[in-house]
């Protein structure tokens, strides 16, 4: 299920060859193959794509979702290099799933998490459904053992805490990990009354879920919601951060797997994912539920690109040491 990164994504306009103040992405980038050994890596992070939207179909959902990592990583590579001094970006390749074998590549992907953690480097995991999510967290607990605090905030408007009975799907994620890891904590920020049933806010309240409604979410207001997040991280060792595009308003982010009539601004998004990849005990990202094939004039997936760039530029494990 794993694919090497390619060279030939990685393309774009060439303003300089020799002067990096106007490099771009592309001309930045590493190649890193994780069927080969891996070295301890400083001050670097890794994209890996997650090819997959058997979650989403399983959900009832629009498919598209697994030509994203392509398309974002394409629209990443276009855009300039602002990142400091020292830091390393790297595309670690793609796990796909194959045949609808949604757990066993979610399985996959959480082997690669856990290598890239390993080495050092902070993983940006492109989606894919949110089934991404799950992955991602089997990665960051095996790279952090069992007993580790571990804090997950996701940026959506769905808490996604459906009953697996028949299997999980792209809106189980969160309860199956609730239910399997009680040194987990969950905090949703953009929570829309009209994308979740009653029963699934009683769900979350039986749960311990922490949220912060979309209607509450306002630029008057983002002080009230930094301090919630911090207090969220203190209360666990590290912290992980999902990213759903369906909880930016449809008229912002029409590519997506269930696109919403109201919804977080982009510049809001953007305010919340610089303060959460700043925090010292943030550790990975991901980013789920682009659609381009639905997309209008590829803007959900600039705006996915642009939220990418936006983590890598905050994130303090990228930033020198002092």
Known sequence: MYQPPEASCWTGRVDSVSDERAFRLHQRIRLLDLSGPLTPLEQAAAFIGFVCDEGVRRNQGRQGAKEAPAAVKAALARLPWHLPSGASIYDAGDIVCADGRLEQSQAELGKAIARLLQSGVAPVVIGGGHETAYGHYLG??????????????????????????????????????????KQVGYCCLGIQRLGNTAALFADAERYGCEYILEEQLTAGAIEAAYERIEQFASRHDSIILTICMDAISAAAAPGVSAPSPFGLSPSLARALIRRIVSHPKTISVDLCEVNPLVDEGGKTVALAAAFCMEALLHFRRLQPRR
């Open 140 to 181: 960051v607990r095996a790279a952090l053992g069992p007993n580790a605090r571990l804090g997950i905030i996701n940026i959506d408007a769905h808490f996604d805490l459906r009953p697996y009975d028949n299997g999980p799907t792209s809106g189980t994620m969160f309860r199956q990990i609730l239910d399997e890891d």
